[in-house]
């Protein structure tokens, strides 16, 4: 009865080892894609932003203010 239980219980273990390996893979496939869809999202809006910042100061002058 050993024998067959400690079988078991090794063969249980190999299988959630590669169970967990499956999972972070997939959960480094899921980092990757997240940061790789962030930061061309953040390229876009630093994009805006300085675009919006050049051309603001371009359009500034004291006749703004009065």
């Known amino acids: 009865m050993a024998t067959i239980e400690l079988q078991t219980t090794a063969e249980l273990a190999e299988s959630r080892r590669k169970m967990q390996a499956k999972r972070r893979m997939k959960n480094r496939l899921a980092l990757t894609l997240s940061m790789a869809t962030m ?5 876009w809006l630093i994009w805006i932003l300085m675009s919006t ?3 603001g100061i371009d359009g500034m002058s004291l006749a703004l203010f009065y």
């Open 53 to 55: 910042v050049t051309r």
């Open 39 to 43: 930061a061309f999202g953040l390229f």
